[in-house]
């Protein structure tokens, strides 16, 4: 092998233009042959620390940040691997609850990227962008060290790059369509797929599922000897309130109850998040004690889930949530429902191509007053006229309008909204939705991250 050795990268902007020369997320051929060449070159960095790893279709980002935080107020030193990234790649690789920065990221790409081509040359296809990243993450978690890994899976379960660990307990969030050209055209289909997170004698903490999903999950439990926790059996949400700033909830955890625990997030569906979470965290723990309550409340007081229901702008109001497929609409539109009193809400809406913008739309429409169709700035996006045409039939043609651009969409929103303020009581608000670009962009525009 006298191939010349990759250059290291200098700077951030050189490390994430390799990682994005490589095949996209977008393009998956169902293998873990060349993530598992990768990490066997690499020494298996993922077999040096316990893990907690997390599938479903909608709500792992959040349940695994809430995780994390748990773990850390319990003097865990964490690892957290996410994806997609709001606004910055780095924020898919975290260390004690905070992205990597510039010069780490750097760092991690240099120590994996000598071996990338080792990999290409023995493999039908090179290594991807997505595998690529996993195991920059894999190895830093190993370089820090960390004494916890918590791993969101990109897509599915079985053949997701992530899935080289033997996690201690895996998170199955609710599962519903999405990635159906990937993963299945039914519930059922997909969770057989999302099922291969689960490992001999893993616990498995599991939300809410439809009958036919939940069949597969006890089946697939069964097989390898892993230990079912599902929820509203052996834990769940106790009760929960609206409150300035988020909710008051009360945790049924696997050990104990957990009460008056202040969750600065909005909507029922993050609660139940919470519930996952504290359950995660006590079977990783293990023993028969429960968690401290006050260290339990001090975790989730401080969460932040950004682009998730998140208010980044007042006068007007303008919330951001990353909702991009129906069964997270839903759970957008109920929180929005239960939390404010936004009058009128105008959306300004983005979609991914691939999406099903139609379910999307319609989810949101008991909601929305006006929607503004546009569309963010990769070549992925639903074109907004293409958008515009699904909305008319949803909305009608005087509940829609069409500004491709996003800032001037959101512009012509917060006009609307404020247009339409009449009483004191409520005020008008922009909701920015549809994709987690989308909503990463608008982010950027608004003033970014805090």
């Avoid at 700077?11 to 233009?17: C, G, Q, R, Y």
């Avoid at 894999?138 to 053949?159: H, I, S």
């Avoid at 609710?174 to 289909?189: E, K, R």
């Avoid at 639903?382 to 996003?406: F, H, K, N, Q, W």
Wanted: charged letters at 20%; a negative charge.
């Amino acid at each position: 092998m006298n191939e010349p050795a990759a250059r290291p990268a200098q700077t951030f902007a050189e490390a994430e233009d390799a990682l994005l020369s490589r095949w996209p997320e977008t393009r998956l051929e169902p293998s873990l042959d060349r993530i598992l060449a990768f990490t066997e070159l690499l020494g298996d960095p993922q077999r040096a620390y316990r893990s907690i790893h997390l599938t479903g279709t909608n709500g792992k980002t959040s349940t695994a940040r809430m995780i994390d935080a748990l773990l850390r107020a319990l003097d865990l030193r964490t690892g957290r691997f996410t994806s997609p990234h709001v606004e910055k790649m780095s924020e898919r690789i975290s260390i004690d609850g905070e992205p990597l920065d510039d010069e780490a990221f750097v760092r991690a790409f240099n120590d994996v990227a000598p071996y990338t081509h080792l990999v290409d040359a023995t493999q039908p296809h090179p290594l991807s962008f997505f595998e690529t990243v996993v195991a920059m993450a894999y190895a830093a978690f190993a370089d820090a060290p960390v004494d916890a890994a918590v791993v969101e899976v990109g897509m599915g379960g079985a053949w997701d790059a992530t899935n080289v660990i033997d996690a201690d307990v895996a998170v199955i969030t609710p599962i519903a369509l999405d990635h159906a050209q990937y993963l299945g055209d039914t519930p059922a289909a997909i969770a057989r797929e999302k099922a291969g997170i689960i490992k001999p004698g893993a616990v498995v903490i599991v939300a809410q599922q439809s009958a036919d999903v939940a069949a597969v999950l006890l089946e697939r439990a069964t097989e390898v000897g892993a230990t079912l926790a599902r929820e509203g059996l052996e834990f769940g949400v106790a009760g929960r309130a609206p409150a300035v700033g988020g909710q008051m909830i009360a945790l049924q955890g696997l050990r104990a109850r957990y009460d008056e625990i202040f969750l600065p997030l909005y909507g029922a569906h993050q609660a139940q998040n919470a519930a996952m979470a504290l359950a995660a965290v006590e079977s990783f723990v293990g023993g028969e004690e429960p968690l401290d309550a006050e260290l339990v409340r001090a975790a989730f007081a401080e969460m932040t889930s950004p682009g998730r229901l998140e208010i980044v702008r007042r006068s007007p109001t303008i919330v951001l949530d990353a909702a991009h497929n129906p069964h997270g609409a839903e759970a957008a539109a109920a929180a929005l429902e239960d939390s404010f009193q936004f009058d009128p809400l105008i959306g300004v809406v983005g979609v991914m191509g691939d999406k099903d913008a139609e379910g999307l739309l319609a989810a949101f429409e008991p909601h929305l007053a006006h929607v503004v169709c546009t569309q963010n700035s990769t070549d992925r996006a639903m074109p907004a006229e293409t958008l515009a045409e699904v909305a008319r039939e949803i909305y009608g043609e005087d509940r829609v309008s069409v500004v491709p651009r996003l800032a001037e969409a959101i512009d012509e929103a917060a006009a609307l909204a404020e247009a339409g303020s009449g009483d004191a009581l409520s005020s008008g608000a922009v909701l920015v939705t549809g994709s987690v670009v989308t909503v990463g962009e608008a982010r950027v525009l608004l003033g970014g991250r805090k």
